[in-house]
């Protein structure tokens, strides 16, 4: 790091550490200098408004994510819907710093979920680099989310302290890890042994005699989506409890203005991130947990920040008191951000919420039009020459192609490995107890070629070359599906949206049908044909099923799927997938290609 960049950290860091109202349960941030002028002409003296920009469940994504991941939707003013390509961390960090112009008092906080689950560049690094990203870019505040607990307590602490990594040691020669400029937030997140919270429950962020008090939560179910070895020892409260807790300890400091970070969320009414969540009322176009949430808050809290759906909304969702209150998400992956306007009054240091909305709220895409952030760009080349000796490490072994997107058959070869891998991945009693997997085909980006692309050898499959296979990071996800369910999806392979052109998915072995291609539609599915380990598919029995995020959200006309319930994190689609290459396959015993004859198709 160069001597500017130093004094650059180093000023930031006592920026967000020092003059502060520091007490064992938190921790006051000061802004720094800033232009005057916040008073608009027309407004009383006594207000000023304040610039909440927020995001939520980044995941490491420090490069462009790729495919679907990649791209936000977006609702013209006729009515249609055009793909807009959105994130990475050269345009996050620009589109911020462009939004911060004019605005002397601003804030930048996140919802949790900023590490795990995260691409290459970062996750082979502990994520310290999103973290160093995360500081350059200005963060402020954030909640811990589920993701957070990936690696444990102990990995989570040193991201907020500092210092090598235990077993990996420093990256870097001469330069040790300097851990968060920011908070991480857990309120709601207490050691068995002491009862108090692991990490700083509540942030005072203040500048010029305005003060914000901010709380930071996860989702209580975090334990039952994480690895049960990474919360040992911690108890998850309620969110709503604890968020009133803290929110009366801020209240008695003095501090009345409150936003609330909650690694909680909802689904939206449309995948279009612009859509009007309050239409045609405030909260209608919003479901999900973080509804109940939000009307439960106590009315001391003036805005909440969320996450974990990886949805974009911001609605308006009544206070207890029957206030309005804005609820606010920004989508996933660094895709968007979400501008809020906060008017704060002098006189009664609280928010301003007038009788038709909480705050000003608008999600912005971050877009690739605009110029990168040099920073940014010059951080992701460095980690990326750190990478290179990680990315040629071998991961598995085939004696064939395996064929994926260049198979040309409705049933790939590579796709039924990827979904072999998801099954297995979630297969085990207290991690999914998935009985069968599916796996969307546009999800496999290339195949497997059994000729070396460097010195690796031929039939050597690295690390890199898994990455290309499935470059998306998502989440593998168990849920439970009816059979009649299960067989709606089926038939939405070949029906509705996807009649024209059918979507095949991929599917792990023991599950068989036949597709009659034929005929048209939904009758494409040979119903009676449908079988699982040789079973006829009970409409009404109850069968677990493992895909990846985006299929469990509907993606790609698959709407059948999204009704899945009781859900289970498992890991990322990569990891799964190098996991089932290593288990799989040895330098002696080779991995063949599936036979890819689970689907029976007749044409």
Known sequence: MSPTSQRSRLGRRLAAGAAVLATAAGV???????????????????????????????????????????????????????????????????????????????????????????????????????????????????????????????????????????????YEKGKTFQGAAFPYLAANVTDDKTGKPILKPYTVWQHKGVKIGFIGVTLKGTPDIVNAEGVKGLTFHDEVATIDKYAKVLDRQGVKAIVALIHEGGMPASTSYNYDCDSPGPGAGISGPIVDIAKRISPKVDALVTGHTHQSYTCTVPDPAGHPRTVTSAASYGRLYTDTTLTYDRRTHDIVRTAVRGAHAVNHVVDRTQPKAPDMTSLIARWNTLAAPVADKPVGYISADISGRGAGTPEEPLGDLIADA????????????????????????????????????????????????????????????????????LQQQVSGPNEASPKILQISRGLTYTLDMSKSGAARVVTDTVKLNGTPLDPAKTYRVAMNEFLAGGGDGFPALKQGTNPYVGPSDLDALTAYLTAHSTPSSPLAPPKADRITVVK
């Open 422 to 489: 998801q099954q297995e991945a979630t297969a085990d009693p207290g991690k999914g107890g998935a009985q069968l997997a599916l796996m969307n085909p546009g999800g496999i980006r290339s195949d497997l070629a059994y000729k070396a692309s460097g010195k690796e050898g031929d039939g050597v499959v690295t690390y890199a070359e898994a990455f290309t296979v499935q470059p998306f990071t998502n989440m593998t996800h168990a849920v439970d599906l009816t059979g009649a369910q299960l067989l709606a999806a």
């Open 28 to 170: 006051t941030l000061t802004a720094t200098a800033a232009p005057a002028g916040a008073d608009s002409g027309h407004r009383p003296a006594s207000t000023v408004d304040v610039q909440l920009l927020s995001f939520n469940d980044f995941h490491g994504n420090l490069e462009p994510p790729q495919g679907s991941s990649g791209t936000v939707e977006e609702l013209g003013a006729d009515g249609t819907k055009k793909t807009v390509p959105a994130g990475g961390v050269e345009y996050l960090a620009q589109s911020l710093r462009t939004a911060r112009k004019g605005h002397p008092y601003s804030v930048t906080a996140a919802a949790g979920d900023m590490i795990g689950a995260s691409p290459l560049l970062s996750g082979l690094f502990h994520d310290e680099p999103t973290i160093e990203a995360m500081n350059k870019l200005g963060l402020d505040v954030t909640s811990v989310g589920n993701h957070e607990f990936d690696e444990g307590r102990t990995e989570l602490t040193r991201m907020q302290r500092g210092g090598c990594h235990p077993k990996d040691g420093c």
